[in-house]
């Protein structure tokens, strides 16, 4: 079975960081676009960010923009997204998911293979 390993979750305070990592099990990454998600508890998961195979990240929630970065190392065949200056709203369950297409979409519909999350709590 396809699937994402996402792992670096965690409890941390206000203002603390968090490095996400993202890694297949099983197959490699290849040329498709992976991005992360999210979802709050009683909310949709919301797509934040995605990044191409050739590095090129794209933003799609402002609230996350000059916070969270993603990255990626295709010889490691891991995605990364590395969380700065966290805040209590943005705990929630954090996926990571391969595109069907080497480009970037906000839209979970353009994913295939999903992790099952990884919990990250941000609370004093």
């Known amino acids: 079975q396809l699937q994402l390993v996402e792992s670096g979750g965690g409890l941390v305070q206000p203002g603390g960081s968090l490095r996400l990592s993202c890694a297949p099990s099983g197959f490699t990454l290849g040329y498709y676009a992976i991005g992360w998600f999210r979802q709050a508890p009683g909310k949709g998961r919301e797509g934040m960010l995605c990044i191409n195979y050739s590095g090129r990240s794209t933003y799609y929630r402002d609230a996350v923009k000059g916070r969270f970065t993603i990255s990626r190392d295709n010889a490691k065949n891991t995605v990364y997204l590395q969380m700065n200056n966290l805040k209590p709203e943005d705990t929630a369950v954090y996926y990571c998911?391969?595109?069907?297409?080497?480009?970037?979409?906000?839209?979970?519909?353009?994913?295939?293979?999903w992790g099952q999350g990884t919990q990250v709590t941000v609370s004093s």
């Open positions: 998911a391969r595109s069907s297409y080497n480009y970037c979409s906000g839209a979970s519909g353009a994913y295939n293979t």
